[in-house]
């Protein structure tokens, strides 16, 4: 029997996680109790580790105790935190033939920069395995040893992929999803999608939309235009800096970069953010777009 057939999740076959859904049911024991949930969300390429980073950072320099979870088999949603890419809970459960009691928080939980915690929960080799079973397995580990229970706050950093199991799973958890975004059509319609998937979601868990983040963008009128249509509202907006590149190239958050002017006014919006969500959100129900209507809210003749 592999380690992925002795999953105790079993799959909901009866459409109550969405019409025509097949999703793993999380084990009521593995609910985070205490911290504040985030799972940020966005297209492939958006810049959802950055945020997630940074917006760790910025928890954290409010005086809350950070825990952020890389969801992507990549493994890079923590590099600029701790400076490096750290081993995946996936790999380390591999070195000790998935003998889970044998593992210690040293093992797989990395300390950041400004006492942000590390994980990476990783991925399944291709085609073998579901990443929301890895999800799982990480929070599991997480209860078991502890790492949660004096936690402020927990960052799942998901990875792009709207139909994978690894992109449902942190939603069963979080208590609020952050949609990052830029202001261009594919960036929005990609939002449009994860808009859907978190509302189907919803219905059985109780994560609700915050609202989205313009990320790498000069301007925000197609972002805005897009949540007036829906009934979505944008909470942060990043604009398109080059430290911000330099920032990943250097493997360190924008909270350890210069005193360059424009770096401080991201970093001042990094800590608006953090406090928003921090003393809470209201909870957004969009109407998310056909195809269709999309096409035509955002393109030109």
């Known amino acids: 029997m592999s380690p992925l057939d002795s999953n105790k999740q079993v799959p909901n076959l009866r459409g109550e996680d969405g019409e025509g859904s097949v999703q793993v049911q999380m084990d009521p024991k593995l609910k ?58 996936i790999d380390i459960l591999k070195d000790v033939d998935f003998h889970a009691e044998e593992l210690r928080p040293d093992d797989f939980v990395y300390e950041g920069y400004n006492g942000v915690k590390c994980v990476e929960a990783g991925g399944p080799p291709a085609g073998t395995g579901c990443g929301g079973y890895v999800v799982g397995q990480t929070v599991k580990l997480l209860k078991q040893n502890h790492m949660l229970e004096e936690t402020d706050v927990v960052i799942f950093d998901v990875l792009g992929d709207v139909v994978c199991g690894g992109f449902a799973a942190p939603l069963q958890h979080a208590d609020r999803a952050i949609i990052v975004t830029a202001n261009d059509f594919d960036s929005i319609y990609a939002m449009n999608r994860i808009i859907a998937a978190v509302q189907a979601k919803s219905k059985n868990y109780n994560v609700r939309l ?92």
């Open 32 to 89: 985070i109790n205490g911290a504040k949930v985030f799972a940020v969300y966005g297209k492939g390429g958006i810049g959802k580790s950055t945020t997630s980073s940074n917006l760790s950072v910025a928890f954290s320099k409010l005086g809350k105790k950070v825990l952020q979870i890389g969801c992507d088999p990549k493994h890079d949603s923590t590099f600029t935190l701790t400076g490096r890419l750290v081993p995946t809970v």
């Open 210 to 301: 915050a609202g989205c983040i313009a990320n790498r963008s000069k301007d925000t009128d197609e972002v805005d235009r897009y949540c007036k249509e829906v009934g979505f509202k944008r909470v942060a907006h990043l604009p398109d800096l080059d430290a911000i590149r330099k920032s990943r190239l250097k493997k360190k958050t924008l909270f350890e970069m210069g005193g360059d002017e424009e770096i401080e006014l991201v970093q001042k919006e990094y800590i608006r953010l953090a406090q928003l969500l921090w003393d809470g959100t209201d909870p957004l129900a969009p109407d998310p777009l056909e195809d269709r209507d999309i096409f035509e809210l955002l393109g030109f003749d």
